[in-house]
Structure formats: C-alpha cells, structure tokens
C-alpha cells in the first residue's frame, strides 16, 4: 500500500493509498495495543470535544484502507516474533507435561487450566455439553484423569 502526502480530504476510500496520518495512525494503534483513540489524538491533535474525537477516530477506524493496514502491520508484527496461539498452546502443553511428571501438581494444573480457558471449558455449565464440538474425548479424558489424581493425593 502506498502512502500520499496528506491532504484535507481524508475519507477518499476509493483509493488504495494512505495518507502520512493514517499510515501513522496505523502503526500507533498497533503500538498502543489497539487503543485508536489514544493514537488518533497523537496524530492529529486534541480536539475541544471529546465526542468529536471519538467521532472522528471511528469515522477513520472504519476506512477500509486503514482497516486493512492495520490487519497487514498485526500479521507483520506476528510473523517477525514467530509467537502464534499454536506456539503458545504448544509451550503450555510442554510445561504440564514436565511438571506432571515432575509431580508438580499445581503447576500442571495450572497449565491444564489455561489450554482448559483456551478451549472454553470452564463457560457456562449449559455451554459445557460432552458432546460439544469444542470438548474433545481426549480433553475429556485428561480432565477426568487430572481430577483422579488429584483425590489419590488426599
């Protein structure tokens, strides 16, 4: 995507370029972890009215241009730190692992805890159904097998 200079008309959405500020809105939501407000009032100052900016902000958070630049800059900041949920998943999966064999049971509990929030297991009971795509046998049995071991300790 390419940038233009700014200019005072700054809903053109027919085109596929940014503006310097929107590219620089763009990257400051991002910085400022999606906050658009925050970075709105960075890039194109205060404004007297706080329903104005918060007005303007979203009038600009639904450009498409700026949408699908702020999509691009998240996918560019996942790809160069390699950190994926799969990674993640994978790292806490390992981490209970060890310590369950470790018998570091509160430590493997917790890392079961955590893929069992990922997973939704702990929503609403009417949510928690067996036969629930979201519940698989296997999460199932590591849940039964959890709860077991941890009446064999008392």
Do not use: W
């Amino acid at each position: 995507m390419s940038i233009r200079s700014c200019s005072n008309n700054n809903n053109d959405h027919n085109s596929k370029t940014l503006t310097l500020r929107q590219e620089l809105f763009a990257q400051k939501t991002l910085e400022y972890a999606g906050n658009a407000t925050k970075s709105y009032r960075e890039i194109y100052g205060e404004k007297k009215n706080d329903n104005l900016t918060r007005k303007l902000c979203n009038q600009l958070m639904r450009n498409p241009n700026v949408k699908n630049r702020i999509a691009e800059l998240e996918r560019l900041r996942l790809a160069v730190s390699q950190i994926t949920a799969d990674y993640i998943l994978r790292d806490i999966l390992e981490i209970g692992d060890e310590a369950r064999s470790e018998k570091r049971y509160s430590e493997a509990l917790k890392s079961r805890e955590l893929l069992g929030k990922n997973k939704r297991l702990f929503a609403d009971v009417l949510e928690n159904r067996i036969n629930d795509a979201a519940i698989t046998e296997t999460d199932h049995t590591i849940a039964i097998e959890l709860l077991r071991e941890q009446t064999a300790e008392k």
